[in-house]
Structure formats: C-alpha cells, structure tokens
C-alpha cells in the first residue's frame, strides 16, 4: 500500500467540512426588529430565526473563516461580514444576496458599526504576523473590490472583539490590551490611555461602552467589573468596582439604552446588573461557560454563546425561548476540548451521529441537516463550576457506548477516578421508549469491573432464523470480558427484565483490549494484547488464537471482515496493518503503516485506515492494495470516523458519491471539532446554491392586503420560494377557506355591493368616474379569474389576492368619499 495524492482518476473530490462549525467563537448579533439572528459559523454567516429558531438562510461568500457581523450603519436591512480572507460583504441578509465586497488586504477580526458617520466601520485587522490593529474604514459605494480609505486608530490590540467597543452613539471607542485602557475621541480627536498599577496581578479580558454616556465597563481575570467615567483625563477620571464573579469575566455587554450591564463567565450564570446601583439580578444553571452576550435593539431579548456550541435566546424577565445547538463541543474547567472516548457512532434508528457532548452526556447529531436531535443526560449529574481554574474538579465522563443492531438497546459505561476515593465505574443499560421517543434507564450495574472498560460491544444478530436475545461483551483492564445477557426479572408485582453477567472469560491474565463480532454473530474476537483469541460466544469456548513471532507490539483495533471477506480479521498497531484468515489461521498480509484509527462501513465489505501524517486509505481486506487514497486529510490531528447510511437513494446522489461510498458516507472528526467528510467539487457548489434558498425571511410589511399582494408578485418572479399558505397565515386577511368561498360567491355579492357603495358616495361626476373605473378593473379581474381557473396554483392565486386587494382598496376608497362628503 503505497503513498498516493489520488488515485482511480478521482481528482475531482474534495474534503468538504459539512458541519460541527462553531457557533460561538464571534459574538452573534440581532438583527434590527430582532427578528433574526445572524452567526458566524465556518466561512458562512448563519441566519437563524428568533420565533422558529429555524435557520433560514445560510450566507456564503466568503473564502475563509468568518470572524464578525454587523448591521449597516446606513441600512438596517443589510448586514455586514468580515473574515480573514481580508474581505468585508454586504449582505441583503432576508433574500440571503451578496450585494458588495470590499478588498482590505488584511485579514479581519472583527467589526463594529459606527453611528456617526453612515459609511465607515471599525474593524480589527492583522497587517503582520501576531501584531493586530483596530482600523476605520471607509464603505464607499463606487470601491467595491479596490482598496478604501483606511484609518489606523489604535497600533496594538487585541484579537478579540470583546476587547473594542464603540460608546455614546459613536462619539468614541475603546480598547482593551494586558492592562492597558486606550480610548480614542472622535469629537474631539484626542487619544488617552490608562494603565493598571504594575503590581496588580489581574489583566482586562473585556470591554463595553455605555450607548448614550461616556462611561466605560471593563471585565478583568479576577471577576471584578470597573466602571469608568471622566475617562478622557487622568486626573480627573472617576472609577467604580463592582465584584460578583468568582473567575474571569468573559464578556459584558450594555443593553440598548444603558439601564443595564449584562455579564457573563466560567460561572455558567447570567448577571443583570441595573446601571449606577449595586442591584442585580441571575439566571443560573445555563449548562456551559458564557463566552459572549448580545442584547436585541428592543430590549426584550439576549443571546448568550457558551463554549459547548449552543447559543440560548433568553427573555429580558429570563426565560429561555430558544436554544441553537450545533456539534457539542465539551467544556472543562473554562477550556473547550474535544473528547471522543466513546467514538463516534451511528443511531440505528435515526442514522444520526452519536458521541460525547456535555460532560456526561451522549449528544445525537444529524450531520445532514447540521443540527442537534437531542442530548442523552448518562451520568445525571448538575455541572459544577470550578473555584479555580487550576484546580479543577473531577467530573464523571462516559467512556464507553454500543448500541444494537435494532436501536432498542443502548449500554453506556462510565468512569470517575479522583485518585483519593475509590474509582466509581457503573455499566447503564437504556431502553427505546416508542412512547416518549426516547433512551430510558433499565438496569444499572454498579463496578462491573475492577478497572477501566477498553471495550464495549453488543451480537449482532445471526443470519439463522431464532429468538433473538440482546447480548453486551465488555472488556477491561481486569485482564477479564464479561458477557451480559437480557433475563425475564418477571415476579408477582409487575413484568419486567434486567441485564445479568452470564460468563466471563479471560488469556493468561493479560489486560483484555479491543473485541468485536463476526458479522453473523457466531465468532468474538477478543485482544490481550499482542494476542488475538477467538471465542464462542454461547459457552466462552476458545476455539483459536493467533500471535505473531516478529511483531510483539500491542493491537490497537480489531476488526472482522463482512460481506465476501467475513473469513478475514484485521488488526492495527503502531506499525502496522494485518489481515489474518481464519479458514487457513495465518497471516494473509501485513503492510508497515502507522495507523490511528480502523473504521468498518457496516454496509460493505470497506474498511478505512487513517495515519499518523493524517492520510486515509480506502481498502478491501481481501487485498493490500488500497482502492482510494487521500493524503492531508486535515492540518489537525483526527480523532474519530464513521460510516453513516445514506438516508436516501436518488438518481442525483448517485452522480456525486464516490464508488466506494454508494451506502455509506464516511464522517471524520478532527481536534478543531470540524467534520468532514469526502465530496465531488460540484456537489459542494450545488449545496451551497441549495442554502441560499433555505426559508425566507418575512418582510417588514405592515399585515395588509398589499403586503400579501407583494409577496404574490415576488413569489411569481421567483424572488422567494414562501408558498400562499405562508402569505395567508402572515396577515390578517381571511384563510384560504374563507377565500376560496369568497372567489365562489363573487359574482352573486358584487351586484348588491357595489349599489350600496355607489349609493353612500355621492353624486359628483368626477368621483363617479374613478369609482367606475376601479369597479370596471374589479370585474376584468373577477372575469379573467373564473376563465383561467384551469390555470397553475400559484397564478390563480396570485389573481385571487389581487382581486382581493381591489376589492379592499375600493371599499376604503368609499368609506374615505362618504365621510369627506
């Protein structure tokens, strides 16, 4: 198996990062009515609903991450993005259109609107390595893609946004570095810094600026708040410390008048603070540290973004409206890491993708419609802040989790280990509740071993025709795997069944490693070490073993083969990759590879390896020679992988799947929590253009018949893709019931209304000519209506609102005539 770039002629795919973007790494934002919420995700910027909190639309453009938005200060229906490709879009953010790009040739970190001035912006730009800027910069219409105007405000910052602010409507902004505070008035053009004392051992970690005074708020390390007024002269300025926080400070922000501060932190807890007054308010519990928080142009709601991946829309009196979860990412002690210690699975029943999430839960994640189904809650226990960030305390975490073929059965094991007390280790076994649609606790078995489980695995079930009776092997450090079997627990009071350990087995007293199932459920392979047993399952007789002479080193993964190569075992160690037959019980072939990871597509006879320098291998087990080959994978070392079933078939698909893909999808994790998996360069393009047209935004439009008349005419020029039922349910005309009746019984009806009409108007001549007129242009649409009724839905609807809208208009015009006469 020898390196390659591409092979088979496919260079045409690509490593496409589907989803597990983060959505909390820049500060979400509200949009103007807060009816929407725009985040950062990857090279996207993520619309989402604040009502459904559906995402509606998915802006892409940009080449690299983005890192900030911000509503033009011009135009509150348009959006501004900034990433590190050193480009700055202008979105019209409800049609989800691209409408401008301006070339900085720095990239960008952040950006601020400034209200002063219609056309500038203040962004955070990275002219060298490692040395960051903040910068006013001009949005000229007529640049477009040349280079602007450009304005250096401040020569050394901070990367990140939560250390600039803009105060008192634009008259200022403020920075904060180390310990140092740098303002800049706009007013006055003048510059003045501030410097904590040296021997202070806290250092700033964010800044906000009050909306409509000239008062500053600054978080430190040490959990205090500073306020700051008379900021622009040293001797005069005047200082305020407020103290809640027992760690670092992470982000404050003012709402849009200033009555309050809002704060957030390790402490996993909202802070109100009321404005000049020591009174404050908490939401606590929210689950994971709070790295950012926005407050809506209303008032009325708050976005918090916490290191697990979720943003949490909470209401100004603090009740939790909606929740944006993308791929948990786990959170210890204030550093977000990825953990993958039960690998990443695959739910039988939904095809979803399951691993760990939150601290002691399992987390089920649709990767193809990027969004979180649901959190499993494993250990059952609160999330406990640390007091000190070096001294964190021990939690309990999920190790281990196998699911059966059916999706009925789910056997978790978790582990804690304060190395004071005794380790605590329990295997859990969880049953598919139809009715609850949901994993419920069936039987828990407390220190199933007497170390650390390396393995936990379910039969799977035989091709021979007999009850099938769920089976768990488990493997530990103990040198011993138990077999658990399903029993009727059954007595005089209810009916019921339990998981008992029916046999166990151990080699020699070496610790038992990894251990799987021939696909037919007849053969369990089990590792101790070096050594590689085969064991009946029904009665723990050990029918083989195989060892290799030359190779001593310890077998990482263990594999059987499926399909045509279900005679084949392959194992994995630091070195190499080997095939054993087990009709001829020797070594079929051995290749020298340095291996990480061994997945099995479940639907095929395909394995994939993946390498120490991040390369995938794509092979059969009947042959050494590889069928595909993908080097440099990922900059970043990758954790896990997974076959997932397709959750369809279509004609299309088959166009853009790789050959050896047709029932599988393969999914990698690498350690930055980005998942990937590998696409044609076209289906890349297509999926991006399908983004755009998502859900669209309702419009700003009062609830009228013209609103519903506008909406008709955009759906018709192919402007939005929002059916009639949508139009009706948006505004307070009838329902389409009601309106089918009315297009029914118009022509009985006019008649007689349109005398009584005429009647209450009056006599003059010239309004009896425009009254004629409308009605005239009433009746043409009626008539064209009932002869184009054999016509397309949306036309027919389309004339229907219009006659409506006549009708409507020439009533109000009556009423209006009657009153003035």
């Given at each position: 198996m020898l390196p390659c770039n591409i092979s088979m002629g496919e260079e045409n795919f690509v490593v496409d990062k589907t989803s597990g973007a983060s959505l909390v790494d820049h500060r979400a934002l509200f949009s103007f009515d807060s009816k929407c919420l725009f985040c950062c995700t990857g090279n996207s910027v993520k619309v989402f609903s604040t009502a459904s909190g559906e995402c509606i639309h998915v802006l892409t453009g940009h080449t690299g991450q983005v890192t900030g938005v911000q509503i033009h200060p011009k135009n509150k229906l348009q959006l501004l993005s900034c990433s590190v490709d050193q480009t700055i879009i202008k979105w019209d953010y409800s049609d989800g259109v691209l409408l401008q790009k301006y070339q900085l040739h720095c990239p960008l970190y952040g950006i601020l609107s400034e209200h002063l001035c219609d056309n500038s912006v203040i962004v955070i730009q990275e002219?060298?390595?490692?040395?960051?800027?903040?910068?006013?910069?001009?949005?000229?219409?007529?640049?477009?893609?040349?280079?602007?105007?450009?304005?250096?405000?401040?020569?050394?910052?901070?990367?990140?946004?939560?250390?600039?602010?803009?105060?008192?409507?634009?008259?200022?902004?403020?920075?904060?570095?180390?310990?140092?505070?740098?303002?800049?008035?706009?007013?006055?053009?003048?510059?003045?810094?501030?410097e904590l004392p040296s021997r202070t051992i806290y250092t700033y970690t964010c800044i906000a600026c009050h909306p409509t005074e000239y008062c500053i708020a600054t978080g430190t390390s040490h959990g205090q708040i500073i306020f700051w007024w008379h900021f622009m002269s040293k001797d005069k300025v005047v200082k305020s410390v407020s103290h809640w926080h027992s760690l670092s400070v992470l982000d404050l922000s003012f709402s849009t008048e200033g009555s309050y501060l809002l704060s957030g932190g390790y402490e996993c807890v909202l802070v109100k603070w009321q404005y000049n007054s020591h009174y404050k308010t908490f939401l606590p519990r929210l689950g994971s540290p709070i790295n950012h928080v926005t407050c809506s142009s209303d008032n009325l709601m708050y976005a918090t973004s916490h290191q697990d991946n979720a943003i949490r829309i909470i209401s100004s009196n603090f009740k939790l409206l909606q929740v944006y979860q993308g791929l948990t990412k786990c959170h210890r002690y204030g550093k977000s890491e990825v953990k993958v210690h039960t690998g990443m699975l695959c739910d039988p029943r939904t095809k979803a993708l399951v691993m760990n999430g939150q601290p002691g839960h399992l987390q089920f994640y649709s990767v193809h419609t990027d969004r979180q189904l649901y959190n499993l809650d494993i250990v059952q226990q609160n999330y406990i802040s640390p007091n000190n960030l070096n001294c964190p305390p021990q939690i309990t975490e999920v190790t281990n989790a196998a699911f059966d073929n059916r999706g009925e059965w789910l056997a978790t094991f978790e582990h804690l280990d304060d190395e004071v007390m005794s380790p605590e280790l329990r295997l859990k076994f969880w049953l598919f509740n139809d009715k609850s649609q949901a994993y419920v606790l069936n039987t828990v078995v407390e220190m199933p071993h007497e170390g650390k489980v390396n393995s936990l695995i379910f039969r799977p079930e035989g091709v021979v025709e007999m009850e099938y009776q769920p089976t768990v092997v488990s493997s530990s450090i103990d040198g011993k795997f138990k077999t658990w079997k399903l029993i009727d627990d059954t007595d005089i009071y209810r009916s019921n069944n339990k998981w008992s350990c029916e046999l166990v087995g151990y080699y020699r007293n070496k610790p038992a490693g990894p251990c799987c199932f021939a696909e037919d459920g007849s053969l369990l392979a089990v590792v101790f070490e070096s050594t590689i047993t085969v064991w009946e399952p029904d009665d723990n007789i050990l029918r083989e073993t195989f060892i290799d002479q030359v190779d001593n080193t310890h077998i990482r993964a263990l594999e059987f083969?499926?399909?045509?190569?279900?005679?084949?075992?392959?194992?994995?160690?630091?070195?190499?990759?080997?095939?054993?037959?087990?009709?001829?019980?020797?070594?079929?072939?051995?290749?020298?590879?340095?291996?990480?990871?061994?997945?099995?597509?479940?639907?095929?006879?395909?394995?994939?390896?993946?390498?120490?320098?991040?390369?995938?291998?794509?092979?059969?087990?009947?042959?050494?020679?590889?069928?595909?080959?993908?080097?440099?994978?990922?900059?970043?070392?990758?954790?896990?992988?997974?076959?997932?079933?397709?959750?369809?078939?279509?004609?299309?698909?088959?166009?853009?799947?790789?050959?050896?893909?047709?029932?599988?999808?393969?999914?990698?994790l690498n350690k930055d929590q980005e998942l990937f998996t590998l696409t044609r360069k076209d289906s890349v393009a297509e999926d991006a253009n399908r983004s755009k047209q998502k859900i669209s935004v309702k419009e700003n439009l009062p609830k009228t018949p013209f609103s519903i008349?506008?909406?008709?005419?955009?759906?018709?020029?192919?402007?939005?893709?929002?059916?009639?039922?949508?139009?009706?349910?948006?505004?307070?005309?009838?329902?389409?019931?009601?309106?089918?009746?009315?297009?029914?019984?118009?022509?009985?009806?006019?008649?007689?209304?349109?005398?009584?009409?005429?009647?209450?108007?009056?006599?003059?001549?010239?309004?009896?000519?425009?009254?004629?007129d409308i009605t005239d242009k009433r009746e043409r649409e009626m008539d064209k209506n009932h002869h184009n009724s054999d016509n397309t839905n949306d036309i027919s609807d389309t004339k229907t609102i219009q006659s409506v809208c006549n009708n409507t208009c020439y009533n109000w015009y009556s009423s209006v005539m009657s009153e003035t006469k």
């Open positions: 002219p060298s390595s490692k040395n960051f800027q903040v910068v006013r910069f001009s949005l000229s219409p007529e640049q477009k893609e040349e280079s602007s105007q450009s304005h250096v405000l401040f020569k050394t910052a901070h990367h990140n946004e939560n250390r600039v602010a803009i105060g008192c409507k634009g008259e200022y902004v403020a920075t904060v570095h180390d310990k140092t505070l740098e303002i800049f008035s706009f007013k006055k053009n003048k510059y003045q810094s501030h083969g499926r399909k045509s190569c279900c005679h084949l075992l392959i194992s994995v160690s630091s070195s190499t990759l080997k095939c054993w037959n087990l009709l001829s019980c020797s070594v079929q072939w051995v290749v020298d590879l340095q291996c990480d990871l061994l997945i099995a597509d479940p639907k095929s006879d395909l394995m994939a390896v993946v390498t120490s320098d991040q390369s995938l291998f794509i092979f059969k087990p009947s042959s050494n020679d590889y069928l595909y080959c993908q080097r440099d994978l990922s900059t970043n070392e990758i954790l896990g992988g997974v076959f997932l079933p397709h959750t369809q078939e279509s004609s299309h698909d088959e166009d853009v799947k790789l050959p050896w893909q047709q029932h599988s999808q393969l999914y990698l008349l506008m909406h008709a005419e955009k759906k018709r020029s192919g402007v939005t893709n929002m059916d009639t039922s949508e139009l009706e349910s948006a505004t307070t005309l009838p329902s389409g019931q009601y309106i089918q009746q009315h297009k029914a019984s118009m022509n009985d009806e006019d008649d007689s209304d349109e005398d009584d009409v005429v009647k209450s108007v009056g006599s003059d001549s010239s309004d009896s000519d425009m009254e004629e």
